[in-house]
């Protein structure tokens, strides 16, 4: 069953009837992590989500069950032998549109990589035939473990998705790869299987792939700087999914809007086009495919005002501008054979063309592989959490992608860099 996906400005609760609020169940393993489920429930119920949670009885020795039922609205239970008339172990799997379970300790993995059905959560993972996402959270060493992988990798061979965990703080000193990835990450992963209706692949493993994002900003002086809209969105969203479907990402972030690093992703920080230039052709030497969605200002100042230009009587200087290298254009020449170039074009239209025009003449200039085209201003594509747009390929393809997630826009662009790898 494919469910109508939540806009993350619908409104919550009896705004949107139960009929068309998405089912997720919730499953929550016994980890320290087990904290951040709260925000992740909350995220989900207020972009129109029904939210059952399932945790595991080690799980609410970590967080009550009150807490659950308050933000869920909906009651909490751990055994098969709670509601036994409404046969609850196999009714909520059957009757989901997707099942989260986050966090997924090692424990839990093993227990549903063998078939187990010893609590609730597991039962309905038994019976679940919608779409299964785990966010593992364990210590560095149990992640790296050979029966953990060995799960994981049977977990994903039917079609589970599996993240790959953040790196970051682990339990007392410790750190390294095991993290639970940011809430917003996995919310962001949990709309995406629902929009996408099946499970994510893992079809880019063993590819290096580079992604740049975010707005560059070219100084004045001290203070004041030539800037863009960008929030670096579209970017992130691209660099997690690339991660998740078994990719290295070299993510190389201009300025944004405060977002987490992505989980299983190398991030190198850029601030002007020339930093961004620099980093992006270091990385992409040895990779499969890139992808600039960054927001590159066409322009810089000539001149850099050592000290803050000051406000006087008098009208300022005219600000003499000079052209940027175009990146875009420079990793097409550079290319090594078989690399897979993808640009990104925010256009309007105008008395000589409308979006599309002006997207298939920039993409015929620029000489790349792939060109999503985004019509720009009144709200869209900018600073907000959606996108939608156009898929132009060099060799004449066009296909149209329609509003949703920003992730979805990204896991479209990828299937189309798949099939040309």
Not at 76 to 89: R, W
Not at 302 to 318: F, M, S, T, W
Not at 353 to 362: F, I, S, T, Y
């Amino acid at each position: 069953m494919t469910a109508r996906p939540a806009s993350p400005d619908e409104p919550s609760g009896e705004a949107v009837s139960s009929a068309d609020r998405p089912r997720v169940l919730l499953g929550v393993a016994g980890g320290i992590a087990a904290y951040k489920s709260a925000e992740l429930l909350r995220r989900l119920t207020e972009t129109g989500h029904a939210v059952r949670v399932l945790p595991t009885e080690s799980a609410l020795n970590f967080v009550g069950a009150a807490t659950f039922e308050a933000l869920s609205g909906q009651p909490v239970a751990t055994g098969v032998f709670t509601d036994v008339p409404s046969v609850p172990h196999v009714k909520l799997g059957q009757s989901a549109d997707l099942v989260v379970v986050a966090p997924a300790t090692a424990d839990l993995m093993a227990r549903v990589a063998h078939g187990r059905s010893d609590d609730l959560l597991t039962a309905a993972l038994l019976t679940a035939r919608c779409p299964v996402l785990l966010a593992p959270a364990m210590h560095t060493e149990m992640w790296e473990h050979p029966a953990t992988r060995d799960n994981v990798a049977l977990l994903r061979s039917r079609g589970t998705v599996v993240l790959e965990p953040a790196s970051g703080r682990l339990t007392g000193k410790d750190t390294g790869p095991g993290r639970l990835p940011d809430p917003s990450e996995i919310a962001d992963f949990a709309r995406l299987l629902l929009e996408r209706g099946d499970a994510l692949p893992r079809d880019l493993a063993g590819r290096h792939v580079v992604v740049s994002a975010g707005g560059t900003r070219e100084a004045l002086d001290p203070v004041r700087f030539l800037g863009n809209r960008s929030s670096g969105r579209q970017g992130y969203a691209l660099a997690r999914v690339a991660a998740q479907r078994g990719a290295r990402v070299t993510l190389v972030a201009a300025h944004t809007a405060d977002l987490p690093d992505p989980a299983a992703v190398d991030v190198v920080r850029a601030g002007s086009a020339a930093q961004l230039q620099a980093a992006v052709h270091d990385a992409a030497q040895d990779a499969d495919a890139v992808v600039m969605a960054a927001a590159v200002a066409d322009f810089r100042p000539v001149d850099l005002a050592v000290d803050k230009i000051k406000r006087g009587d008098a009208e300022p200087e005219p600000l003499r501008l000079a052209q940027n290298p175009d990146i875009l254009a420079g990793l097409v020449r550079e290319r090594a054979p078989g690399q897979v170039v993808v640009g990104f074009a925010a256009e309007t239209g105008d008395a000589s063309g409308d979006v599309l025009h002006h997207g298939r003449a920039k993409l015929r200039r620029k000489g790349c592989d792939l060109l999503v085209v985004n019509a720009v201003g009144d709200g869209k594509a900018f600073e907000v959490g959606e996108n939608a747009g156009w898929l132009l390929g060099a060799d004449g393809g066009e296909s149209e992608i329609p509003n949703g997630s920003k992730a979805l826009l990204a896991s479209r662009v990828w299937d189309a860099v798949v099939e040309r790898l």
